[in-house]
């Protein structure tokens, strides 16, 4: 799974995209909004972890997650 960060511009906030091997999106959701889109993808109890990996990592950068 890759995890991906975009900078929001003037009034749209900051974005996380959840991609799987195949780059294929599974859950995009604001930052401060995780809860519903990572419960839908079966994520809700790697929460924390995720939004831990978030906050490091840097605006338009891919990353490549081990869950």
Do not use: C, H, W
């Not at 604001?30 to 929460?47: E, F, N």
């Amino acid at each position: 799974m890759y995890i991906i960060k975009v900078k929001g511009v003037a009034k749209i906030p900051d974005y996380v995209q959840l991609r799987d091997e195949k780059f294929t999106l599974l859950a995009y959701f604001r930052i401060d909004r995780p809860d519903k889109s990572l419960d839908k993808v079966g994520l809700a109890d790697k929460a924390e972890y995720i939004m831990n990996v978030v906050k490091e990592l840097p605006f338009g950068q891919i990353l490549k997650l081990e869950l």
